[in-house]
């Protein structure tokens, strides 16, 4: 069973920096995608970035330019920058194993429904 562990949540004032990290146990050898969604008050959820076992990444427009996903074996990062108030969310760090046949840099998706594992949060405050 995959578990996943969030930390490095906190508030911080615009135009501040904030990394979150994720810890990950109970992977097998398989080939896995982890990401990142915030989800704010009355909002939907968002898939903020992810990242495959080859280190491919992908964005989301909101967040291109500040926010740096990063993965060392089973744990992955997300360095953000430049924060804005709109960022404040709970974040949750989340994985779903992939098919292996899936050709090498194609980038993981950041559609929640499509992963299995998820942490229990950690809130990042952004005031203005």
């Known amino acids: 069973q995959v578990q996943l562990v969030e930390s490095g949540g906190g508030s911080v004032q615009a135009g501040g920096s904030l990394r979150l990290s994720c810890a990950a146990s109970?992977?097998?050898?398989?080939?896995?995608?982890m990401g990142w969604f915030r989800q704010a008050p009355g909002k939907e959820r968002e898939g903020v970035a992810a990242?495959?076992?080859?280190?491919t990444t992908s964005y989301a427009e909101s967040v291109q330019g500040r926010f740096t996903i990063s993965k060392d074996n089973a744990k992955n990062t997300l360095e953000m920058n430049s924060l804005k108030p709109e960022d404040t969310a709970m974040y949750y760090c989340?994985?779903?194993?992939?098919?292996?046949?899936?050709?090498?840099?194609?980038?993981?998706?950041?559609?929640?429904?499509?992963?299995?594992?998820w942490g229990q949060g950690t809130q990042v405050t952004v005031s203005s």
């Open positions: 990242i495959d076992s080859d280190g």
């Open positions: 109970g992977y097998t050898n398989n080939r896995y995608c």
């Open positions: 989340a994985a779903y194993r992939r098919v292996a046949s899936v050709r090498a840099g194609t980038t993981c998706s950041r559609i929640s429904d499509v992963y299995r594992y």
